[in-house]
């Protein structure tokens, strides 16, 4: 089938053939599954006891939805994103926890999802490999959004890819990132859709979307957030928390 040579520039990459082959991430990058059991063990270990309220940002297909539900039952969970596409893979998934009522799925973008809860209304915040998509000055709004959606003690968690703060080190680990795009892709002849991913990988690798781990965590800080930290980092793929005081 011919492609053509341009398409439309839709922000959110994950409306097309990406998302339509979601699970193809866990070729290239096994750690995202990863970070999503480790945002749900962090979850699941914070104030035991107690039922929360929480809110996913960019929840996908799900993969990072699950764990977060079976980790925790008392977890009151709203799963956000702005993609139809990866919502439904996310509903028909995730039926079972859809009819218990344990999930609500919303199609919506974080911001206007965040903006519309009352203030101080959420005991916790999580994210997978979802907030480095945004553009900076969303993500830094959104941020924003997620400090005043949160009652104070509220947790903020997000696995993502924090790019390197040592620009050299960065780019050499992402152009060994994109020749293991090519060797996996090729392996199994879909050059389709190695060509959409390094279509996302310029995309978060620009200037209006990286995001450099120093002063993403700077800013959390700026924000009013406390107890800033990241838990767990290799390479780009990091685990960082923060609270509202
Ligand atoms: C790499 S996927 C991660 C999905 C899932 N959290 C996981 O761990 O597999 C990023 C998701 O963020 C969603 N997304 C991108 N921009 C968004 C926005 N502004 N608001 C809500 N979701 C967004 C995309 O549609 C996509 O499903």
Redesign the pocket.
Known sequence: MSRPLSRPVDE?L?TGPI?AE?RM?ELICPN?ALL?RRVAERVAGWREGEALEAVE?????G??TLPLLAFRDDLRLTA????AK?LDQARAHLSGYVEAGRVRFVE????SCLRALPEASLDVIT????IH??LDD?RQETLAAAFRALKPGGLFVNGDRYAMDDRAAHLSATQAEARLWFQKFGAIGRYDLLEDWIAHLFSDESPEHIMYLTPALERLSALGFADVRVEYREGVDTLATAVKP
């Open positions: 959110n994950f998302g979601y991430l995202a999503a940002i960019g929840c996908g297909s993969v990072s956000v994103d702005s993609a990866m919506a973008d974080a911001l994210s997978n490999y979802a998509n945004f969303y």
